[in-house]
């Protein structure tokens, strides 16, 4: 009879563990409000510390951490091509400083454009600067992100893992994955003489485009970080420049840096081509700095 007992319980605990260690997402959210709007899918790929030991950290009402919501936002950003921008922001996970940063990025990639109309219901904007005003506009215009009530916005309040989850997921909504481009440097040069300027050039089953940028004085260095296709025929190179050391002393007088690019036909399709440069950053979005356009 022990025996049989024993092995009952042995049982029991087997199963036990079992159904623990097999649960879903969905059994961890139970009835909880946001259990149907949640795509166990996305957490898997953005969210993998909250998946960990069968979902061990995810706590739907829990703040989410900064440096989480950061890495899963860059994952987001790098999966569907595009870069990350380090932002200097307030360290905390506010709903207004949320917004800023999601909006910053997305303004900076040129998936959104910046809204400074401050069309929304929400009464309780007017002590927020400008800059976290604009996020807010861009953000509720296109529908990622929304007030706590139809006229409250609540900024100072806390995200939860839920809400950033969600929030994720309405940014997923709006990117357009961008296809990377291989290509070669041929060469890179700097002259005295020149205009800026992007000339494309078919040489048998070659694409070679030359790219010339102007510089206020010598010691800029320029070099291409990659190349992608935003829509069919239209393709944007990202480049990389640097200034000269600090401190470095260079003549005063205009420079013209060239790179000359080579690129496969067959990776790019037929013609016609039309190659757009970004040129870099020098200030953040929103008016605290500007961008750099095209």
Request: proline share 4%; glycine share 4%.
């Amino acid at each position: 009879m022990k025996r049989v007992i024993s092995f009952t319980i042995i049982l029991v605990l087997i199963f036990s563990v079992s159904l623990n260690v097999f649960a879903d997402m969905k059994d961890v959210l139970d009835d909880h409000w946001c259990n149907n709007e949640i795509e166990e899918t996305f957490v898997e790929i953005y969210f993998p510390y909250l998946v960990e030991n069968n979902y061990e950290k995810l706590d739907p009402d829990k703040p989410m951490e900064k440096d989480d919501f950061i890495s899963s936002f860059k994952l987001l950003l790098k999966d569907y091509g595009y870069t990350y921008k380090e932002l200097k922001t307030e360290n905390d996970m506010s709903r207004k400083n949320v917004a800023y940063i999601i909006a910053q990025e997305l303004v900076y990639n040129k998936i959104l454009q910046q809204n400074n109309e401050g069309k929304t219901p929400f009464k309780d904007l007017s002590n927020l600067t400008d800059e976290e005003k604009y996020s807010i506009y861009t953000l509720y215009d296109r529908g990622i992100m929304n007030g706590r009530s139809k006229d409250v916005f609540n900024p100072d309040g806390s995200v939860t893992q839920a809400e950033c989850i969600i929030l994720l997921q309405r940014v997923k909504g709006v990117l357009v994955s961008m296809r990377g481009i291989p290509f070669k440097i041929v060469s890179s040069y700097q002259s005295y003489n020149g205009s800026e300027s992007v000339k494309v050039k078919e040489v048998e089953d070659k694409v070679e485009v030359t790219l010339i940028k102007t510089f206020p004085t010598p010691g800029y260095s320029m070099t291409v970080n990659k190349i992608v296709e935003e829509k069919e025929g239209v393709f944007r190179i990202e480049l990389a420049v640097k200034p000269p050391k600090a401190g470095a002393v260079v003549p005063q007088v205009i420079v013209y840096n060239t790179i000359v690019i080579e690129i496969d036909k067959k990776d790019i399709g037929n013609p016609p081509y039309n190659f757009k440069v970004a040129n870099g950053i020098t200030e953040t979005a929103f008016g605290k700095s500007k961008l750099v356009k095209y």
